[in-house]
């Protein structure tokens, strides 16, 4: 290859390194083949550390196990339901560093070092959230299923600051499902600690 | 489900090279799609590549206008933000009709694009699936096909793509970012996805181990002027029977650029490169949106239960155009 130049050659090999240097984001080929495999975890149980309601927990867990069954069947933290374990209803609702997730589609293990909030966190000792007790005084519910969930997504919708009119609460509470049908009283419920009446 | 295997990626390079040499090793960020498939079967990885240490959540405008999305930004973060918001309506508009609040706050948009089909066969291992089982048959041809696809499908797969986002992407001219093995590359959306045929198994033109860092969105008056559009069986919360993306630039009362994306009619999220033809140069009218809408459904043939979305698809273009265009 008589016209492969040391110029053409420095073009072909510096610049992209250059490149790579110069954003954080490239990643070359020489930098992947160099670093060995990572070491691996399981299949059989594990340490993990959860950070549930304020309290650091230590558990051997194995990889596969979801949040939503460490809560309740390692933790007897039983106020998180189960309800379809396909992200489908919101009954398994709790909140990871503030936010409202699916703990049926949470890997324990990838909620270390994170904080996780559940339903039994919410009440201050004997004194109940403002939610809690907006869903008492609007009879929120029927049978109660699908309640933790329920309040545990208002919660963090109030935290949002969306738009706060029933058409609005229907749309960021869609993730929540009653199979009671109670929604009337849960918008009421949720709208009046949005609105600051609860 | 089966016991799996755990590692935390503290590195990029570490991921791809970990991903990349172990068969039957998937990523997981936001879990939702992944973890739902394990629990069905469907995916039965021996081991899970966790992400969600790498900084890839951040979403930055780019030199030229654009807005690039890491891939571990959220469904939720992406739709919120001000820049997406502002310069690219549609975009933000797709995924806050997607799924719920909880599942936006997990899933991350690099995992979105590439999520599975939700046909019930596929999910069903009980059920022949070509995409499955390579060779196994299609038990959706002659059954609750409903949901299924009206173009773009082949005798073995009709299937269909079900992001909202990946939808509204191809109206906005996405860049996909991707490494690998043999370093980085950039994928158009719409080359980022392949059409069953024969190999209902193959879905994108991704290399094993190859990740997506980032998608880039790039500015343009049609972005702007962009507008999503979902028909489903019920308000909020659910799969599209039908979405469309519009994105139309319009100038003097004409359409100087148009981008229309099809969603949940076809195996992947499907642009409309002759209604954009229809379109270009006509005046920005409801006779131009009307001719454009009933191109939208050339090609397309329904299998049975899903003979009504070629149909509702004319009327969702004309709509969304209306939408798009501001005259609704």
Known sequence: MADFTRRKFLVRVALPALAIGLNPRLVSAAQILSVTRLPRAGPGPVPVSLLVNGKSIDLQLEPRETLLDTLRDKLGLTGTKKGCDQGTCGACTVHVDGKRVNS??????????????????????????????????????????????????????????????????????????????????????????????? | MNPVRYAKAPSIAEAIATVSAERDALYIAGGTNVLDLMKLDVEEPALLVDITGLALRTIEATPSGGVRLGALATMADVADSP????????????????????????????GNVLQRTRCAYFRDTSQDCNKRKPGNGCSALAGVNRM???????????????????????????????TGMSGNRTIPIDELYVLPGDRP???????????????????????????????????????????????????GGNVLQARVGLGSVAPKPWRAHDVEAALIGKPANATTF?????????????????????PLTMRTVRTALGLAGGIA
């Open chain 1, 104 to 198: 049926c589609m949470t890997l324990a293990i990838m909620a270390q070092g994170k904080t996780v909030t559940t339903i039994e966190g919410l009440a201050n000792g004997d004194e109940l959230h403002p939610m809690q007790r907006a869903f008492l005084e609007h009879d929120g519910f029927q049978c109660g299923y699908c309640t933790p969930g329920q309040i545990m997504s208002a919660v963090a919708f109030v935290g949002e600051r969306r738009p706060t009119d029933d058409a609005s609460v229907r749309e960021w509470m869609s993730g929540n499902i009653c199979r009671c049908g109670a929604y009337a009283n849960i918008v009421a419920a949720v709208r009046s600690v949005a609105e600051g009446t609860a």
């Open chain 2, 83 to 110: 820049l997406v918001r502002s310069g690219f309506p549609v975009v933000s508009q797709a995924l806050l009709a997607s799924a719920s609040p909880q599942l936006r706050n997990m899933a991350t948009i690099g």
């Open chain 2, 290 to 310: 009307d001719a454009a809408a009933r191109i939208a459904t050339r090609g397309m043939r329904g299998y049975g239960q899903n003979d009504y979305k070629i």
């Open chain 2, 201 to 251: 198994d193959i879905e994108n033109v991704l290399q094993p181990g190859e990740l997506v860092q980032s998608i880039e969105l790039q500015a343009s008056p049609h972005a702007r002027g962009s507008a999503y559009l979902k028909v489903r069986d019920r308000a909020s919360y659910e799969f599209a029977l039908v979405s469309v993306a519009a994105a139309l630039e319009i100038e």
């Open chain 2, 148 to 178: 299924h696809s009206v173009i773009g499908t082949s005798s073995h797969c009709i299937c269909s793509h079900p992001s909202d986002f990946a939808t509204a992407l191809l109206t906005v001219d996405a860049l996909v970012h991707v």
